[in-house]
């Protein structure tokens, strides 16, 4: 089963840029679609980003589209999100795991998913 860990978090001022990685463990990261999910206290896991095995789709919830960019390293077992223009409101817990393949209308995470720590991300406005 794949297992993942997120990197690359941290605290920067709203219009700042950061580069989130996931780095994937336990089987080849080539088969499967992954995404990006962030959480705040008080809120249900969002879906932010995700990705076609082969990295020829992506999808994006609406509030970060044009801001953040999803790509992968099926190579390197790893998969990236590059935040920028970041806003007070992209502050959260975000996360990495296996997707379903059919990303619309935005990811869901497979049955029995693994979640890593997760790695947290906090914008000053």
């Known amino acids: 089963q794949l297992r993942f860990v997120e990197s690359g978090g941290g605290l920067v001022q709203a219009g700042g840029s950061l580069r989130l990685s996931c780095a994937a463990s336990?089987?080849?990261?080539?088969?499967?679609?992954i995404g990006w999910f962030r959480q705040v206290p008080g809120k249900e896991r969002e879906g932010v980003a995700c990705?076609?095995?082969?990295?020829?789709?992506?999808n994006y919830v609406d509030s970060v589209k044009g801001r953040f960019t999803i790509s992968r390293d099926n190579a390197q077992n790893t998969v990236y999100l590059q935040m920028n223009s970041l806003k007070f409101e992209d502050t959260g817990v975000y996360y990495c795991?296996?997707?379903?393949?059919?990303?619309?209308?935005?990811?869901?995470?497979?049955?029995?998913?693994?979640w890593g720590q997760g790695i947290q991300v906090t914008v000053s406005s």
């Open positions: 990705i076609s095995s082969s990295g020829g789709r992506t």
């Open positions: 795991t296996a997707v379903s393949h059919n990303l619309q209308p935005m990811c869901r995470p497979v049955p029995h998913a693994s």
């Open positions: 336990g089987s080849p990261l080539d088969f499967a679609s």
